[in-house]
């Protein structure tokens, strides 16, 4: 097993970036070496600036940014021969054929493995004689993921790579980035607006939102504390305000409480005052994102 100088493939303290229209508002996350995160966020939240600075593509206004080790964009250059990056809108040569990307970037990287590339070649279903302007969007994207997977870096940092793929192609996206992880010395941030990618394959979580982290932890312990709680409250019983609860939805006699907290002395409460707990429902990552973002404007509005 390698030893690193730090546990960390990525680490952001504080760091803030400042545009007309958008702000990076002091950002810090951390994500540990042999583990993937899922940074979700709807388009515009700021993923793709969070990980162009995380790139030294973009300079950050204030805070501090490191990412295996190196202080970024000091440090750039040599982090990034151990960095493979793929965002959806990456750009490959149309005119040249898959195979001569191969051999460039066999000829830049000595960790290449050209085993590994062929395998890749015929899980994805590309042949190395294929011209880029030919493939479809799903091919391009696997074609791009092959170029950085084969080059066996410690960190892998993806920008949307699963929008606009069809199922199938995400399923084998997806397998491949899971069977990356088997060296347990690699890393992934993998950003997305789709939460059903994040949630098969993320081991942390983070969700950020018009510039700010919200919330970030261990993908487990978000699907263990939120729950949703369908209520029925008898005429004249008014329904207490208890902790953990960060939302109510109220239609007559019938209620759904959300919780970010629960325990389940929550039930309990609530039947202690009279309020009738029909049902205690587990919640999807998608609706705990939801629930998450409201949450949070509501609590920067008021």
Excluded: C
Excluded at 214 to 240: A, F, T
Excluded at 264 to 273: F, I
Excluded at 284 to 292: H, P, Q, S, V, W
């Amino acid at each position: 097993m390698k030893e690193y100088a730090t546990d960390a493939a990525i680490e952001m303290h504080g760091v803030s970036k400042h545009y007309r229209y958008f702000t990076l508002d002091n950002i810090s996350l951390k994500l540990p070496r042999g583990q993937i995160m899922g940074l979700i966020g709807a388009n515009g939240a700021g993923k793709s600036t969070t990980i162009r600075i995380l790139m030294g593509l973009v300079h950050h206004d204030s805070g501090h940014v490191q990412v295996l080790g190196h202080n970024m964009p000091a440090q750039q250059v040599a982090a990034k021969w151990n960095i493979g990056f793929v965002s959806e809108d990456m750009r490959l040569y149309d005119s040249m054929t898959l195979g001569w990307h191969i051999d460039f970037i066999r000829s830049i990287y000595p960790n290449w493995d050209a085993a590994y590339a062929q395998q890749l070649l015929k899980r994805f279903g590309l042949r190395s004689e294929q011209k880029m302007k030919g493939l479809s969007h799903g091919q391009r994207v696997k074609a791009a993921l092959l170029l950085v997977l084969a080059r066996k870096p410690e960190l892998l940092v993806l920008d949307e790579p699963t929008t606009g793929l069809d199922p199938v192609a995400r399923h084998e996206v997806l397998r491949e980035l899971t069977n990356v992880m088997a060296d347990e010395g690699r890393s992934i941030l993998f950003s997305s607006h789709n939460t059903q990618d994040v949630e098969q394959i993320s081991d942390q979580i983070t969700f950020i939102d018009r510039g700010r982290i919200i919330d970030s932890m261990d993908k487990e312990r978000y699907l263990d504390r939120w729950r949703r709680l369908r209520l029925e409250v008898p005429r004249g019983v008014d329904l207490p305000a208890l902790p953990g609860i960060i939302g109510i939805r109220r239609d007559g006699s019938l209620a759904v409480a959300t919780s970010n907290a629960f325990e389940p002395e929550l039930a309990s409460a609530y039947e202690s005052t009279g309020v009738h707990v029909r049902r205690v429902e587990n919640m999807t990552l998608e609706e705990i994102f939801i629930a998450n973002v409201e949450h949070s404007r509501d609590e920067v509005e008021a």
